[in-house]
Every structure is written in C-alpha cells, then in structure tokens.
C-alpha cells in the first residue's frame, strides 16, 4: 500500500478512494472563465483540478480562482520556481514540478520549504515527451526504465531537502511503456502514484487508450489518482474516468449502464434507447445497474442481475426489476416508465 497525502481535504493514496482529476484548458488569468469551467468539472465529478501556470498574471488568478471553488487546486509549474512560490502564497492545494527543470537546488529547496509551511504535497510529474537527454541516450528512447530513473532522481532532490510529501506520475503516450513503467515504480516507492496516458488523441481513441492504461493498472492495483487527458472538452475527461473506474471495479458510485450488442431478433432501436438511458442517468446518483435490452423475450432473463431495466419489443416492451417483469409499457413510454421506477429505489 502506498503512503498517503492529502490535497486539499481529499486523502490520495494509503487506501483512501482512488480519485478524479481533470485539468483546465482556459487561460488561468482569465479567472472568471477558468472557475466557470472548473464548477463545470466540479458538477461532472471532478474531485481534484489543475490550472498550468505559465506566468506571473495566471499565478497571481490562483487566489482568486481558490477563492471560488469546492474542490482542491493543484498549480502546474514548468521552470520558474518563483511562480510557484507565488501560487503557494495565493493558496494553492498542491504543486505540480519537475524539481530537475526549475533551477539550483537552492531554487528547489526555496519551493520545498514554502510547501512544507503551507502542508501542502508535491507531484513529481515525469512525461515521455521531455525525458532528460543524458536518459534517453543511455535507454535509446522513452522507456519505462527511463521514466523511474527520472522519477527518482527529481524525488532525490525534494528528498535532499528533507521534503517527502510526493505524489509520483510516470506517463507516456505509449500504453505499454506507460503500464510497465507504474509497474516498476510501485515496485519500487511507496509514493502515492499519479496514473494516466498522456496525449491519448481525441474522444473516442483517447478514451480507449486511457481505459486500457489506466483501467489496466487500476486492476492490478496500482494507482491513487486519475487523470484522462484528451483532446477535447475536460468535462469528457471527468466522465471517461467515472467510467474507468467503475469498470476496473474500484469504485461503484452512481448507475452502470449494461446493454445488449443487437441481433436479428432486436425489434427496436436500441442503440438510440441506449443513448438516450445513459444520457437521462447522467443527473441519477444511486448505485444501481440499469439494464437497456433488445430483445422482450430474453432481455429479463439476460440482465437478471440489473436492479432494473427494460426490454424493448414491437409497439411495447418490458419493464423489469431484478429479472421480474413489472409490466408491458407502451414503446413511446419505455424510457420514462424506467425512470419513474428508478426514481423509486
């Protein structure tokens, strides 16, 4: 078991629930648009969010975006160790750094030290796309090897300063590098672990490659923390993760959706009824399973395990509770019917 941290008042790591992170994409000075989105992540289950801090006007946006938002902040630094600095005064929850490319160590022990006044954590973030050179020489390449030994030598260098309030990420746009590379850390550290594919694409090919990364890892027990990272609006982020972690079955907060593939026997278009289900169940908390099947004849049967469900046919279809039909629904009201029992557990 990792050791633990806590970000903000959310405990990452030592077996506490592996939590959502997503990043923002506005710019952080423009502090009314970056916490208009953050509220919006916040709503789609976000439990922890990062801002990229490139200059002194985002970090001084840090106190003031803080100031407006439930979930805990955690300030993305390249380089300046002062802009840092500055968001620790501003009243960040964390910092994001790579000790390594911030300056002397006198640099890093100066942020080191203002973290460890505020309590705050630190998470060394290692990514493929800027591996030290002397590293990808000496591995001929991103590998997963490469990505621990960069992680532990800018561990070294907080641990110099007698800082080890860390979180660790080791990601790469490589799946398999990324997995065996969080394999040997956890291997190796008790540090809480950041895990996440980095520049996984667009929705659809970034969601399948984060699921494999991630959920991959998250069933063989590693991982403390999420982050889908994709092209596209953050808030995809946050649900494509609440997905991951269902399936890798690590948390069972609010509904899961089973459907069936179709066949020549479906009667109804299910993809269409599907969607619309998942869609409606997006504003439904109860963990529950919610059974949308093809077929009026099998479709009980099939999903018997689902709290509930329905089973379209010709003109009608099923309503059922754990297997039991509750009654025939007019096709039209299927939907509707479905939530009307939801609405009941």
């Not at 050791?3 to 502090?31: E, F, K, L």
């Not at 092209?231 to 649900?239: F, W």
């Not at 395990?305 to 039209?332: M, N, S």
């Amino acid at each position: 078991m990792t050791r633990q941290i806590r970000v903000g008042g959310v405990p990452v790591g030592g077996g506490a629930p592996v939590t959502i992170q997503s990043m923002t994409n506005t710019p952080t000075q423009d502090a009314a648009a970056t916490v208009a989105q953050i509220r919006r992540l916040e709503q789609a289950g976000c439990e922890i969010v990062r801002v990229a801090v490139p200059n002194l006007d985002a970090a001084r946006a840090v106190g003031a975006i803080k100031a407006a938002i439930a979930i805990p902040l955690v300030v993305d630094i390249h380089f300046d160790y002062k802009l840092a600095l500055e968001c620790v005064r501003q009243g960040c929850d964390a910092v994001r750094i790579n000790p390594g490319n911030i300056g002397s160590a006198e640099k890093v022990r100066a942020v080191a030290q203002a973290c460890r006044e505020r309590g705050l954590p630190i998470r060394v973030g290692v990514n493929g796309g800027s591996l030290e050179k002397p590293l990808l020489a000496r591995y001929g390449g991103v590998t997963p090897e490469a990505l621990v030994e960069s992680a532990f030598g800018h561990i070294r260098l907080l641990e110099d300063c007698g800082f080890e309030d860390i979180c660790v990420s080791l990601k790469s746009s490589s799946v398999p590098v990324t997995m065996r590379a969080y394999q040997l850390m956890s291997g190796k550290s008790d540090y809480p672990l950041h895990i996440g594919v980095t520049e996984t694409g667009t929705l659809r090919m970034g969601t399948l490659k984060s699921a494999v990364g991630i959920g991959g890892l998250l069933a063989l027990g590693i991982g403390d923390t999420v982050r889908v990272s994709l092209s596209a609006d953050p808030v995809e982020e946050v649900y494509a993760a609440r997905d991951i972690l269902k399936a890798a079955g690590v948390r069972r907060e609010g509904p899961e959706l089973v459907s069936c593939p179709t066949c020549g026997r479906t009667k109804v278009d299910l993809i269409s009824l599907a969607q619309e289900v998942e869609e409606r169940l997006k504003a439904v908390d109860k963990p529950i399973t919610v059974a949308v099947m093809g077929c009026a004849v099998n479709g009980p049967g099939e999903a018997a395990a689902a709290d509930v469900g329905i089973a379209g046919g010709v003109g009608e279809g099923l309503l059922f509770r754990k297997g039991e039909i509750v009654k025939k629904v007019p096709q039209d009201a299927l939907v509707d019917e479905l939530f009307d029992l939801i609405a009941e557990l």
